[in-house]
């Protein structure tokens, strides 16, 4: 066999194994019987060690050092192998003994934040984390290059071009003229129908649900809607994309979830399909993944066009509830401003003020101006000068993301930039296409579109940076987002900027 043969009977084997085992997750995530843990784990062990097996295979790697200097490789392939071989090269750098003791310390780091944060306990957690920072600080030394360093390494791991100071750049228009204008938003006052805020029926809400699935042509011959704690998307391929939503008392809830998981699930679904059998398949980046899922979430499902066009439906879902609930109060129901102190349940507004706050920490760690015992100090002072309020126990505060216990440093930023791209995404495509009329005509169809044309067709072809110069015809700006959210607020609340 020849280099390439030999690489490509490997990247079979891999997929097929890669497959097994992502479905039996998936399996685990969605409706395994509680009782089968213990035997699931002995074939997840077994099936993790073949595939790692084919991945360190001498055959392999000596095929990938061998192809990546080979210049006659057709593009997609040369792409390929400078993805698999820059996966490799990092693998290379580590030493497998150090590698191993921090996965160990990662498998049981999560379940010392779970029962810290549980018990508002920060000390009990402090050692843990103290000792993932020192890993992680170690596993940058290896990994630094001669254009990544410290932080760096991390976040290029997550958003491949974008350096500390790129997200630098950004905040810092964000922390400008997002920061005033958000407080000031927070004080309006607010006051919404009772009936919103009583719980609603889970099986009302799950028709509800699977008509949007419909509305947002997610395709359901290549996926599948599920339930679970925390709504995700799981995509092999573009044949297999699934998501999962959570349905809780709120009526906002599994819907705008269920929408964000069809936003990351439609981009998966719609790269080339000749990707699926190549490591090009899926999405490039959390930043690009990210700005799909907000873009369908809020910019098209928070928009008044989307409820003008489908509160009926909702209404007819909810004939008792909503009798008495105007289209107008629904939309400013659904634009809810509120300074919270968890992220997660963070409003469009002011989600990106919470990413600001972990991204400051994140940086001040990795250069070394802030140890981790300083940290519900440091948090606590950013959140009353970025969201002006303060939380009061660890438990709302530092303690409540489950990232850092994963060793997941450089990873929240991405949220906040996806955020941002969505808004340069939506403004290059109102070039193109009437967005409004679109929505209102039920024809989100146009959007995906036009998404499939300049996103998701590349997969993992484009670097993320190139990806969206060629969409928009311009590096990421954050000034479309700022614009938006301050527009769109401006008008939803009636104040002024
Ligand atoms: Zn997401």
Redesign the pocket.
């Known amino acids: 066999m020849n280099h390439l043969e030999t690489y490509l009977a490997f990247r079979k084997k891999k997929q097929a194994y890669q497959y097994a085992m992502w479905l039996i997750s998936w399996d685990q995530e969605t409706e395994a019987p509680k009782n089968a843990i213990d035997y699931r784990s002995q074939q997840i062990e077994v099936l993790s060690t073949l595939a790692y097996e084919v991945e360190t295979d001498l055959s392999r790697i000596e095929a990938i050092d061998a192809l990546s200097q080979d210049q006659s490789l057709e593009d997609t392939l040369k792409r390929e192998i400078y993805l698999v071989k820059k996966e490799l090269d990092n693998i290379r750098k580590i030493p497998k003994k150090e590698f191993i003791e921090f996965q160990v310390l990662l498998s049981q780091a999560g379940q010392i934040w779970a029962e810290a944060r549980k018990n508002d306990d920060f000390e009990g957690f402090l050692p843990t984390l103290e000792k993932v920072i020192g890993f992680q600080k170690t596993m940058v030394k290896y990994l630094e290059t001669d254009t990544l360093k410290g932080y760096d390494v991390l976040l290029d791991m997550y958003e491949p071009g974008m350096k500390t100071k790129d997200y630098d750049q950004f905040f810092d228009t964000l922390r400008e003229k997002l920061v005033p204008f958000a407080k000031s938003a927070a004080k309006v006052k607010q006051t919404f129908p009772r009936a919103l805020k009583k719980p609603f029926d889970t099986e009302k809400q799950k028709a509800f649900n699977q008509y949007l699935t419909g509305v947002f042509n997610y395709n359901m011959d290549q996926g599948v809607l599920k339930e679970s704690a925390h709504p995700f998307t799981s995509g092999v391929a573009s044949v297999d994309t699934r998501i999962t939503t959570a349905y809780k008392p709120d009526l906002r809830s599994a819907i705008f979830s269920t929408i964000?998981e069809m936003g990351?699930a439609i981009y998966e679904q719609q790269v080339n399909p000749l990707y699926d059998e190549t490591e090009l398949k899926g999405g490039i980046s959390m930043g690009i993944?990210?700005s799909q899922?907000r873009l369908y979430e809020n910019m098209i499902a928070r928009s008044a066009s989307f409820w003008m066009t489908h509160y009926e439906k909702l209404q007819d879902t909810f004939k008792k509830e909503l009798k008495q609930v105007s289209l107008d109060d629904f939309i400013r129901y659904v634009n809810e401003v509120k300074l919270d102190f968890i992220r997660v349940e963070a409003d469009e507004l002011t989600y990106s003020l919470h990413i600001m706050v972990r991204y400051d920490i994140e940086k001040q760690l990795f250069n070394g101006k802030l140890k981790a015992k300083d940290l519900p100090k440091t948090w606590n002072k950013l959140y009353k000068s970025y969201l002006g309020i303060k939380p009061k126990t660890d438990q709302v505060g530092v303690l409540q993301d489950i990232h850092w216990s994963l060793g997941s440093f450089g990873y929240f930023p991405t949220y906040a930039l996806g955020s941002a791209i969505s808004a340069q995404l939506y403004h290059a495509m109102s070039k193109s296409i009437d967005i409004d009329q679109a929505i209102r005509q039920n024809e989100i169809v146009k959007i995906n579109e036009w998404l499939k044309t300049n996103i998701h067709q590349y997969g993992k072809l484009l670097e993320p940076k190139d990806l969206v110069f060629k969409a928009t015809g311009e590096a990421f700006n954050p000034n479309y987002y700022v614009d938006y959210l301050i527009k769109k607020y401006e008008h939803i609340l009636g104040i002024k900027a």
């Open positions: 964000h990351h993944h990210e899922s």
